[in-house]
C-alpha cells in the first residue's frame, strides 16, 4: 500500500521559512515523480515543485525561494520555504506519480496523495 503523509505546516510571518516533510512508504523514488502542490481557499489546486531523478522543477512564482530536495534513504521529500508572502497560505500536498516524464503539473498526472498540511502566512 503506497502512503504519503505531508507535515511542517505552520503559522509564520510573511519573510519567515517553513519547511515541509513528506514521509513515502510502499513506493521507491526510482522513475517516480513526488511533487509538492497546494491549494488556497478558492482556487484550483496548483503545482508548486516536483523532484524525478534528482531533478528539480518550480512554479515560476516560487523559484528562488523553495527548494525542494529528497532523502532517498529516508523515503523522505522536503519543501523548504523562505521569503514566505501572504499570497503562499494554502494547504500544501504531496504526492506520487509512478508513470510519465517530469515535470508533472497536473492533479491528474498524480497517482497517490497524502494529506495536506495547512500553511498560513501573515503580513
Known amino acids: 500500500e503506497v502512503q504519503l503523509q505531508a507535515s511542517g505546516g505552520g503559522l509564520v510571518q510573511a519573510g519567515g521559512s517553513l519547511r515541509l516533510s513528506c514521509t513515502i512508504s510502499?513506493?521507491?523514488?526510482?522513475?517516480?515523480?513526488i511533487g509538492w502542490f497546494r491549494q488556497a481557499p478558492g482556487k484550483e489546486r496548483e503545482g508548486v515543485s516536483c523532484i524525478s531523478q534528482g531533478k528539480q522543477y518550480y512554479l515560476d512564482s516560487v523559484k528562488g525561494r523553495f527548494t525542494i530536495s529528497s532523502d532517498n534513504a529516508k523515503s523522505m521529500v522536503y519543501l523548504q520555504m523562505n521569503s514566505l508572502k501572504p499570497e503562499d497560505t494554502a494547504v500544501y500536498y504531496c504526492?506520487?506519480?509512478?508513470?510519465?516524464?517530469?515535470?508533472?503539473?497536473?492533479?491528474?498526472?498524480?497517482?497517490?496523495w497524502g494529506q495536506g498540511t495547512q500553511v498560513t502566512v501573515s503580513s
Open positions: 510502499g513506493i521507491g523514488f526510482d522513475g517516480n515523480t
Open positions: 504526492a506520487a506519480a509512478s508513470q510519465g516524464v517530469a515535470p508533472k503539473w497536473e492533479t491528474d498526472d498524480y497517482d497517490f
